[in-house]
């Protein structure tokens, strides 16, 4: 065992220079794109999946786009931006339950990595507002219109409130990204962390300090009431991260609503 209960879920090489969550980063690929393609195929002709998996699967999907996509994402958009949004679910939802296999650890549980899903999102959302709106109302969605009742006051909203909303609103849209980011490697980062320590103290040696056998029992109890938890917080951020998106997608696209 490491010296350290951190070492469990910190990244550290594997292959020469590839590192655990490089590798599992590719393996949460490949699970997430291989369920995709045999639902495509077997929904391509109409016929409905079959067996408790797969409509598993399909009512997952569903649920994304009739509670979260559609609500939040107005128009046509929200089935035009689905597959990204589906992908991105599935995709953080794989990575945070790796962390609940043995030996193996949640690539979000990695700051480097949530960074750089959230930059994705952040030029998806900001690309394809460019893309709909076009560049000058893309800048003005950030410029408020005030209006006032004399020359002063106008003048006033002018020169002062309206350039700092226009900053505050600039710093706003990054600031939505990096909480995308952290929220998600803070949680899975802190809940592996606490089971991790909590499962130390069940195999530490009591004759060097460590907890006897009644304590070893109440760790592992209390090792397994975290493992449902850490289970219900992978779905959970993997949920909260898709609805962000989607709010955050909405505002930009539409932001006259």
């Given at each position: 065992?490491?010296?350290?209960?951190?070492?469990?879920?910190?990244?550290?090489?594997?292959?020469?220079?590839?590192?655990?969550?490089?590798?599992?980063?590719?393996?949460?690929?490949?699970?997430?794109?291989?369920?995709?393609?045999?639902?495509?195929?077997?929904?391509?002709?109409?016929?409905?999946?079959?067996?408790p998996l797969?409509?598993?699967?399909?009512?997952?999907?569903?649920?994304?786009?009739?509670?979260?996509?559609?609500?939040?994402?107005?128009?046509?958009?929200?089935?035009?931006?689905?597959?990204?949004?589906?992908?991105?679910?599935?995709?953080i939802l794989?990575?945070?339950?790796?962390?609940?296999?043995?030996?193996?650890?949640?690539?979000?549980?990695?700051?480097?990595?949530?960074?750089?899903?959230?930059?994705?999102?952040?030029?998806?959302?900001?690309?394809?507002?460019?893309?709909?709106?076009?560049?000058?109302?893309?800048?003005?969605?950030?410029?408020?219109?005030?209006?006032?009742?004399?020359?002063?006051?106008?003048?006033?909203?002018?020169?002062?409130?309206?350039?700092?909303?226009?900053?505050?609103?600039?710093?706003?849209?990054?600031?939505?990204?990096?909480?995308?980011?952290?929220?998600?490697?803070?949680?899975?980062?802190?809940?592996?962390?606490?089971?991790?320590?909590?499962?130390?103290?069940?195999?530490?040696?009591?004759?060097?300090?460590?907890?006897?056998?009644?304590?070893?029992?109440?760790?592992?109890?209390?090792g397994t009431?975290?493992?449902?938890?850490?289970?219900?917080?992978?779905?959970?951020?993997?949920?909260?991260?898709?609805?962000?998106?989607?709010?955050?997608?909405?505002?930009?696209?539409?932001?006259?609503?």
């Amino acid at each position: 065992m490491a010296h350290s209960p951190i070492d469990h879920v910190v990244d550290h090489a594997w292959i020469g220079p590839i590192t655990k969550y490089q590798v599992l980063l590719v393996v949460a690929a490949v699970v997430v794109a291989v369920p995709f393609v045999l639902l495509a195929r077997k929904v391509k002709d109409g016929t409905p999946p079959r067996g408790p998996l797969w409509n598993f699967f399909e009512s997952l999907l569903l649920y994304i786009r009739d509670e979260v996509v559609r609500p939040n994402i107005h128009g046509h958009d929200a089935d035009k931006f689905l597959p990204f949004l589906w992908t991105l679910f599935l995709f953080i939802l794989t990575c945070n339950l790796l962390g609940m296999v043995p030996f193996l650890g949640s690539p979000t549980a990695d700051i480097s990595v949530t960074i750089v899903l959230a930059a994705v999102v952040f030029l998806v959302i900001h690309v394809s507002a460019i893309i709909k709106n076009g560049v000058g109302p893309y800048v003005k969605s950030f410029i408020p219109h005030l209006e006032a009742d004399n020359l002063p006051m106008k003048l006033f909203l002018m020169v002062l409130i309206v350039p700092l909303i226009t900053v505050i609103e600039v710093m706003g849209a990054v600031i939505r990204g990096a909480v995308l980011a952290i929220r998600l490697f803070a949680n899975i980062f802190a809940g592996h962390v606490a089971l991790a320590v909590i499962v130390s103290f069940s195999v530490a040696d009591a004759t060097i300090g460590g907890m006897s056998a009644g304590g070893t029992v109440a760790a592992v109890v209390m090792g397994t009431a975290l493992s449902m938890l850490e289970l219900f917080v992978a779905f959970l951020q993997a949920f909260v991260f898709v609805l962000l998106t989607s709010i955050f997608l909405g505002m930009q696209l539409h932001p006259e609503h």
